[in-house]
């Protein structure tokens, strides 16, 4: 499994949260703590946003302890809101198109988990995607066709119904193709003004995700980067959490979000 972490709040240095914190997650990508695998050195990617609505981007196949220009670069680059991700690759080769986060226009998408037999049901998957997009898809990873099919169902203007949608849409491709394997989803959103945390399985056991709110700005991380316990909390199993700068985060129920979509079919039919 990989290892996530996104911000947003007053512009900080990348590196005080992605090097410099004791279990920081340059130190995750060697030995994560709550990791399926301890070492996530299948490649990294940071995305920021800084001076244009639409984020910066920088991704390599090097693990993230050995590349000296992750280090030069979080090290000037300070900015309100951006995501980290170290891989540990499930199925999609090693390779920079299949290293998150992935960008479309202002928004940027990074997941942690994976779509139980996506392999039967990847042309399903990739049906999913607008034929305006498909040209987009560059890389052969469920997370980014995951990414690119949310479009379909709305994202520009209902994120978690979006997620929700697509989510529903996948899990009937397994249904159908008879796959038992679990679908794991654990990913971060955000359009460069709001960011948005999920935290989903269809079994029970859904990937880690936590929050932190401390001075002014908010961390979502896959495991803790420091030792402060009492400023961690869990995002709720099957749940998500919206971040806006200046506000308090708002907890929903994506199994909700996720029946009501059911409840919409239903109708439909």
């Known amino acids: 499994m990989c290892r996530i972490l996104a911000y947003t709040g007053s512009p900080i240095l990348l590196e005080d ?16 703590h709550e990791g399926k695998t301890p070492t996530n050195g299948d ?8 001076e244009r609505p639409v984020p910066g981007c920088y991704r390599e196949t090097l693990p993230a302890w050995s590349d000296e220009n992750l280090r030069s670069i979080c090290a000037q680059v300070r900015s309100p809101l ?7 690759s499930t199925e999609a080769a090693v390779a920079r198109v299949n290293c998150h986060p992935f960008v479309h226009g202002k928004w940027m998408f990074m997941h942690n988990g994976q779509i139980g037999g996506h392999k ?8 999913l995607i ?17 990414f690119l099919a949310a479009f379909a169902q709305g994202l520009d203007t209902d994120p978690v119904g979006a997620v929700a949608r697509t989510i529903h849409h996948v899990l009937d491709l397994q249904k159908a193709a008879g796959i038992t394997e679990a679908f794991r989803f654990a990913a971060c959103l955000t359009d460069g ?9 269809s079994d029970p056991f859904p990937p880690t995700l936590y929050l932190s709110t401390r001075d002014d700005g908010a961390i979502v991380v896959s495991e803790p980067i420091d030792e402060a316990c009492d400023s961690w909390v869990s995002v709720p199993k099957c749940g998500y959490v919206t971040l806006t700068r200046g506000r308090a985060p708002e907890f929903g129920s994506l ?6 979509c059911d409840c919409h079919d239903a109708r439909l039919g």
């Open 17 to 32: 949260l992605v090097c410099r914190p004791e279990h920081s997650l340059v130190h995750q990508a060697l030995s994560a």
């Open 43 to 50: 490649g990294f990617g940071i995305g920021w946003y800084g």
């Open 82 to 88: 951006f995501f980290a991700h170290v891989r540990a």
């Open 120 to 127: 039967k049901i990847r042309r399903g998957v990739e049906a």
């Open 130 to 146: 607008p034929d305006a997009l498909y040209e987009r898809r560059v890389g052969s990873t469920d997370s980014e066709a995951f």
């Open 193 to 201: 003004e709001r960011l948005w945390a999920f935290r989903w399985s």
């Open 255 to 260: 199994d909700r979000v996720i029946c009501d």
